[in-house]
C-alpha cells in the first residue's frame, strides 16, 4: 500500500452511504466531495445528523461508502477486502474520538496505552512511545492511569495513541467535545503542534464555531455533502460585501471577518443556496441565472415569467 508522490492527503468524489434498518433506508452521505492537502489541519462542522461521523468512519475504515471515491494517502479504500482494510485501521489511520474512554484502556497507564497501540499496529517502540508522550506534554505523566487524569489530559494521550502507528492521516471525531474553552483551545494547538512536527494530515470533525473559526480551512457538510467553504485570509477583510458561506447558520461562525467564504459546486455543477437566503428572496423550486455585467447571477423568476 505505497504512497503515491503528489498525492492528496484524502480525496472524496461522489461519496454515497446509505445505511438500511429493516425497510427504512437513510442516506448519511449523498455525493461528498472533498480533497485534504498533505499535512493540512482542517475542519469538519455541520449540525447533528449532517453525516459527519459517517464521513470520519469511512475514511477511517470503519464502513464502506455505497457508492463513489475515496482515497486516504493514496490508498483506494473501495478496492481494500475486509482484510487489508484492517490492516489499513491499524496501521494508516489514527482516530480520536469525543468520548475519552473510546479512546483510553482505563487500567493501563499512558505509556502502556501507547505500547498498546504501537503492538496492534506491529510497530512497538518503547523511546518513541515515551517520546510521544512528551510530544503531547504529558511527559511527567506517563506511569498515570485515564483516572488519574484530567479529561484534557485523557484528550493528549489519545492524540499519543492515535500517533503510535505512525500515520499519515490522523481523524478525529469532535475531539474536544467533552472540554471546556481552555482545554479545547490547548488541544487544537497540540493538533497544529503534532502536524508541523510530525507531518500529519488532522482533519477535525466540530459542531463547535469557536474550534472551526480557528482553523486555516474548514468545510460545512449538509445533509450529507460538502456545501461550504471557509479559508483563512492572510490578512482580515474590511467589512464589506455579505458572503453567502458564513451565513449558514449553526454550520458556520456568522462573524468570521478572518476566513473568506465559498459556496461549493459539486461535480455536476449543484450548489446549495443557504435556506436563509432562499427565504430572504423568496426563491425555490426554479430561479434564473443571468450574466449581468461579467457576474453569473440568480434570480427568482419575475412576475411577468411563465407560469409553472
Ligand atoms: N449505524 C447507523 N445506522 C443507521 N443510520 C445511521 C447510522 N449511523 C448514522 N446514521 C444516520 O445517518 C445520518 C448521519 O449520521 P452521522 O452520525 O454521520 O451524523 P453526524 O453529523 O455525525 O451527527 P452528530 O453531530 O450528531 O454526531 C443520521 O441521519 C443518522 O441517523
Ligand atoms: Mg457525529
Not at 472533498?34 to 475514511?59: A, D, H, N, Y
Not at 468520548?99 to 517502540?125: C, K, Q, S, W
Not at 492511569?145 to 478525529?172: C, D, H
Amino acid at each position: 500500500m505505497s504512497t503515491p508522490a503528489g498525492a492528496k492527503a484524502i480525496r472524496c468524489a461522489g461519496l454515497i452511504k446509505i445505511y438500511k434498518i429493516e425497510d427504512i433506508e437513510v442516506v448519511a452521505l449523498q455525493g461528498l466531495d472533498l480533497q485534504v492537502e498533505r499535512g493540512e489541519l482542517m475542519g469538519i462542522i455541520g449540525p447533528s445528523g449532517s453525516g459527519k461521523t459517517t464521513l470520519m468512519s469511512v475514511l477511517g475504515g470503519l464502513d464502506t461508502p455505497s457508492a463513489g471515491r475515496a482515497w486516504v494517502s493514496g490508498i483506494d479504500l473501495v478496492a481494500l477486502n475486509d482484510r487489508q482494510r484492517l490492516r489499513y485501521r491499524r496501521r494508516d489511520v489514527g482516530f480520536v474520538w469525543q468520548n475519552t474512554a473510546r479512546n483510553l484502556i482505563p487500567y493501563l497507564t499512558a505509556v502502556e496505552n501507547v505500547e498498546l497501540a504501537m503492538m496492534v499496529a506491529g510497530r512497538f517502540d518503547r523511546p518513541r512511545a515515551q517520546e510521544l508522550l512528551r510530544l503531547v506534554g504529558l511527559g511527567h505523566r506517563t506511569q498515570h492511569r485515564p483516572q488519574a487524569m484530567s479529561t484534557g489530559e485523557q484528550q493528549r494521550v489519545a492524540v499519543a495513541i492515535a500517533l503510535a502507528n505512525a500515520p499519515q492521516v490522523l481523524l478525529a471525531d469532535e475531539p474536544t467535545g467533552s472540554l471546556d474553552d481552555q482545554n479545547a483551545a490547548r488541544l487544537l494547538a497540540l493538533f497544529d503542534t503534532v502536524r508541523r512536527e510530525i507531518g500529519v494530515t488532522v482533519v477535525i470533525v466540530t459542531h463547535d464555531t469557536n474550534v472551526a473559526g480557528s482553523l486555516d480551512r474548514y468545510v460545512a457538510i449538509r445533509d450529507g455533502k460538502t456545501a461550504t467553504e471557509a479559508v483563512r485570509l492572510s490578512e482580515p477583510r474590511e467589512a464589506g460585501r455579505e458572503q453567502a458561506g458564513a451565513e449558514q447558520g449553526a454550520a458556520a461562525p456568522a462573524d468570521a471577518p478572518s476566513h473568506d467564504h465559498f459556496v461549493l459546486l459539486d461535480s455536476a455543477g449543484r450548489m446549495q443556496v443557504p435556506e436563509q437566503l432562499r427565504d430572504r428572496y423568496g426563491i425555490g423550486g426554479r430561479v434564473r441565472l443571468v450574466e449581468e455585467d461579467g457576474r453569473l447571477v440568480i434570480e427568482p423568476p419575475g412576475e411577468g415569467d411563465a407560469a409553472r
